[in-house]
């Protein structure tokens, strides 16, 4: 039976822009090696299927500084300090695509990187939305909204034109929804 | 037409076990605003949909440090450096559950974290694994393997009992297979 590993000490090494870098000193189960490990803390985060009147996927395409390229994602965001998961989703929505919608569901909750990364991603299903407001972006932000048939977007990750791991793990919630 | 940040310059701020935290000042393209951006440069991973001869799918169970918990995933790893992505999955699955395949296909490609991570992590299908082998794991691995029909593997997804992203990417690309 694997048990969790004891946590000998804890030391916050730096803080980035969109996380904690902290190193765990941690020792196995039967006390016999120990190590260092790395661990981000990370907010969590929110990932948004949301579908129009017409039933088409509302997208949004930005740069992205992790891979160096222009990435056609789901609506997301981080959830901000004393805000529920499903604000944050409403909130993202309206300020990325200025979407919204009275039909919200979560689908599904995900650990992005368990391996070296603390956070969660929660997934939610919003229909029927309208486009009520402008966009509202932060400072840095420079967002294009584009409707896909659900079919087409699933074109686009087999032919490698979307490649965001979020995009699929929401897919596969919504396709799996009962 | 969204264009690529221009990047003015590029710091390696430092090397942890897993990643390095590199620092971008980048500029928009039109010139007009500049920051500094956080990049991990990570090894690209593969994940394993591995399935034995009474199609029961192979996972593996272990600590992760990120989250602090016992994770139930897919067999996975880091591409080794001259390694070819096809070669790391045979390799992981081996040294991981002691499985391997003749019948090997890539059947996706992801970004895990396009925000400020670099790397991709290809998803592989193995059909038709045999335990050939004894496990094999590194120093710090404690791993055990369990067998699930797709159908467990999912109800533990919307349980919650299985929270890592990369398995539902991987059932992404196994329930939309051509």
Redesign the interface.
């Known amino acids: 039976m694997?048990?969790?590993?004891k946590?000998l000490s804890s030391k916050e090494?730096?803080k980035?822009?969109?996380?904690r870098?902290i190193q765990?000193v941690?020792q196995?189960p039967d006390g016999k090696?120990e190590?260092?490990?790395?661990?981000?803390h990370c907010a969590n985060w929110i990932n948004i299927l949301a579908f129009d009147e017409k039933n088409q996927l509302i997208m949004v395409?930005?740069?992205?500084?992790?891979?160096?390229?222009?990435?056609l994602?789901l609506p997301a965001g981080v959830i901000d300090p004393n805000e529920s998961a499903l604000d944050a989703a409403k909130r993202e929505l309206q300020e990325e695509t200025g979407y919204s919608s009275k039909n919200w569901q979560e689908i599904?909750?995900?650990?992005?990187?368990?391996?070296?990364?603390?956070n969660?991603?929660s997934f939610f299903l919003a229909k029927d939305c309208k486009k009520t407001h402008e966009t509202n972006f932060d400072?840095?932000e420079?967002i294009?909204t584009h409707l896909y048939d659900l079919d087409e977007v699933?074109e686009m990750?087999?032919a490698?034109k979307i490649?965001?791991?979020?995009v699929?793990?929401g897919?596969?919630?919504y396709?799996?929804l009962?």
Do not use: M
């Open positions: 694997l048990k969790k590993w946590e090494i730096l980035a822009h969109v996380f870098y765990k941690r196995t090696k190590g260092t490990f790395d661990v981000l395409k930005q740069y992205r500084h992790g891979t160096d390229e222009i990435s994602e599904g909750v995900l650990k992005p990187n368990p391996a070296f990364i603390d969660t991603c400072y840095f420079e294009e699933k990750i087999r490698k490649g965001h791991s979020l699929a793990c897919l596969y919630f396709d799996n009962i």
